[in-house]
């Protein structure tokens, strides 16, 4: 099950959650959290979904199917985070995989003060794997004083695995590190490509949760997810006039077409 806000370009949320999910394996049940009015140069605005229909849309669901895994990305107001609240601690055994969306890839604020605190209170803690990149980890952990020191604070907040991704970091290559039981496991090391792209934590974060409900530990989750995505963004293809989209289905074509 994908909580997510929808995104017309099918660049982020939903969509690429769905392709990645997928692209694992896996049948997507998806609740959509958010509408957005964006492109692949920016989010101009959005509108939260009423918190009682994104309850009603999981709980449906939750309560016809086996649901493996939750992968939450955009949640759109403090009051849906209530509501996602609410769903998670009726279903404590089901992983969860948490993208703390709080701006737009190419640009726009998704979450303010408000979100953010409730972020921190409601959701971390009941989180598998938490997936933020640099910037938001520094937004979550406010007090610390390196992506190290977020990493603890964020393990005392409540999550059991945390990744941050090193993509907006001014380094010669990404370095990705997990981080649980209050150190890091494994710092991921990737050639930095030359574009930037929409919906590159949206599919990372998918991909995880695919790989946990397939059965997988968070360690080699995380592991498979970081080298899917990044055929993704190896492949990924510039459609609009912003930012490239992911190929999250690189793997269903053709090399010499996945290549053009």
Not at 3 to 17: K, M, R
Not at 48 to 72: F, G, H, S, Y
Not at 183 to 191: G, H, K, N, Q, S
Not at 192 to 198: F, G, Q, W
Request: aromatic share 6%; charged share 20%; net charge negative.
């Amino acid at each position: 099950m994908t909580l997510s806000g929808n995104d017309p370009t099918g660049g982020a949320g939903i969509q690429a959650d769905i392709e990645a999910l997928a692209s694992m394996g896996c049948h997507a049940a998806p609740v959509i959290t958010a509408l957005t009015i964006q492109d692949t140069g920016g989010v101009y605005r959005f509108d939260p979904v009423e918190p009682t229909v994104i309850i009603e849309q999981a709980r449906a669901v939750l309560e016809d199917m086996p649901v493996a895994a939750i992968k939450i990305g955009m949640v759109g107001s403090m009051e849906n985070v209530e509501s996602i609240h609410s769903i998670l601690v009726d279903y404590p055994q089901i992983p969860v995989v948490l993208d703390p969306v709080l701006a737009g890839g190419g640009g726009g604020s998704l979450a303010d003060a408000d979100v953010i605190d409730a972020i921190i209170s409601m959701l971390i803690p009941q989180t598998t794997v938490l997936t933020p990149n640099s910037n938001e980890a520094r937004l979550l952990a406010a007090e610390a004083d390196s992506l190290d020191a977020c990493a603890q604070e964020l393990l005392d907040m409540g999550a059991e695995f945390v990744l941050i991704t090193g993509t907006h970091e001014n380094t010669p290559t990404v370095e990705n590190r997990l981080y649980a039981e209050h150190r890091c496991l494994e710092t991921f090391t990737w050639e930095r490509l030359p574009n930037s792209y929409h919906g590159s934590g949206c599919t990372l974060a998918s991909t995880i949760a695919g790989l946990l409900g397939q059965g997988l530990e968070p360690f080699t989750a995380a592991h498979e997810a970081q080298e899917y995505t990044w055929e993704t963004l190896k492949h990924g293809y510039r459609i609009g006039m912003g930012q490239y989209l992911p190929n999250r289905l690189f793997w269903a074509r053709g090399e010499d077409e996945a290549n053009s």
